[in-house]
């Protein structure tokens, strides 16, 4: 059922935070707070002024990214076992829910608006697992873990093609989207282009950990043994490679660099044409994810607690930070614009600014 709401727990701040560091730094504002009433928040995304969540596993809401105001919140029930895209038009998951007693649950991949959080259409998926989805030219392609793989139509769900791979999927190794790659459990990098056949781009001899495509020459992974590899996308062949002192967890393309997080609690940053070493940066833990905020600002996210420290990509060096209240843990984060940063840590979204908060917007923001 879905629910307009309007009147939610909601404060504005002022609250400054910096870090002085040499070469310069960043002001970091919190603009605005707002509490969900649970601790299970999750799964952060952001298209044009609206930010998507996930509460309590199956509550998708939608939150006004200038002032933190609820927009409307929709219980889909079941438990969403996908990562939320959308289009502007329509918000797309996968909801797994029901099924015969001792059967699996049946996963539907859903559409609802993104203007009102009204259903628009659902389609079967079996009763596969976890998922993830990306909005390409061909439809909305979802690929579960057990390697089913489904194109289905924006408008109205028809789904245009659907096959099974050789392998299963690590989901968490997955970049879905323009240029579509995997890794399956055989430690095969893959690209997936809609209907066609999976081509094979590449092998690990370890656990691939991460993966990232900047077109169709260049492909990065990083494996459970620290190396970082970049290789020709046509060829295969390995064009570089370096040696970390942990897992790597993580891979941005930036401008001009190849930035990685390990779990060597250290950030680096590489040359993309032949791996030599920009900077390095140690962080206080290891990092669960990496984002860019403007044009040279890393945002780095941590694991396990909530520390989130700005690093400037130019050289390296920490340009501010966004600390927390103890006992608050980054669950996950996404950047609106170039200077507008949501962080979620359990049970409170908050909206920080780079450089000053934004004039909220009387009427409420556009969808």
């Known amino acids: 059922m879905v629910r307009l709401l309007f009147c939610v727990f909601f404060v504005t701040t002022s609250t400054v935070f910096t870090q002085r560091a040499s070469g310069g730094e960043v002001q970091v504002q919190k603009c605005w707070e707002h509490s969900a009433g649970s601790d299970s928040l999750s799964n952060l995304r952001v298209f044009g002024e609206t930010i998507f969540s996930i509460r309590e596993g199956s509550v998708v809401e939608a939150i006004a990214g200038d002032s933190g105001k609820l927009l409307w919140s929709n219980d889909v029930g079941g438990t969403v076992v996908s990562d939320l895209v959308s289009d502007g038009v329509s918000v797309y998951f996968v909801r797994r829910a029901g099924g015969a007693k001792g059967a699996e649950p049946e996963a539907d991949l859903i559409a609802i608006s993104a203007n009102s959080g009204i259903t628009r259409w659902q389609r079967s998926l079996g009763a596969d697992g976890d998922h993830r989805l990306a909005i390409t030219k061909t439809g909305i392609v979802a690929l579960s873990d057990s390697g089913s793989l489904w194109v289905v139509s924006s408008s109205d769900g028809t789904v245009t093609s659907s096959r099974k791979l050789i392998s299963p999927v690590s989901l968490g190794t997955s970049v879905l989207g323009v240029n579509t790659i995997g890794a399956t459990n055989e430690r095969e990098i893959i690209s997936i282009e809609g209907s066609q056949t999976p081509m094979v781009r590449g092998r690990s001899d370890f656990a691939i950990t991460a993966l990232r495509s900047n077109g ?152």
């Open 216 to 367: 169709d020459d260049e492909l990065y992974y990083g494996n459970d043994r620290g190396i970082l590899v970049r290789l020709d996308g046509t060829s295969s062949k390995i064009i570089w490679q370096f040696k970390s002192g942990g897992a790597i967890s993580d891979i941005l393309v930036a401008d001009h660099q190849i930035i990685t997080s390990s779990n060597d609690n250290f950030v680096y940053a590489f040359a993309p044409y032949n791996g030599a070493r920009l900077w390095k940066r140690r962080v206080a833990g290891r990092v669960s994810a990496l984002r860019m905020v403007g044009q040279d600002l890393l945002l780095v996210q941590p694991l396990g607690d909530g520390n989130i420290v700005l690093i400037n990509t130019k050289n390296g060096r920490i340009a501010g930070q966004m600390p927390f209240t103890d006992g608050e843990s980054v669950i996950d984060s996404a950047v609106i614009d170039s200077n507008r940063i949501v962080v979620s840590t359990g049970g409170i979204i908050y909206g920080y600014a780079v450089g000053g908060c934004p004039t909220v917007k009387q009427n409420g923001p556009g969808m």
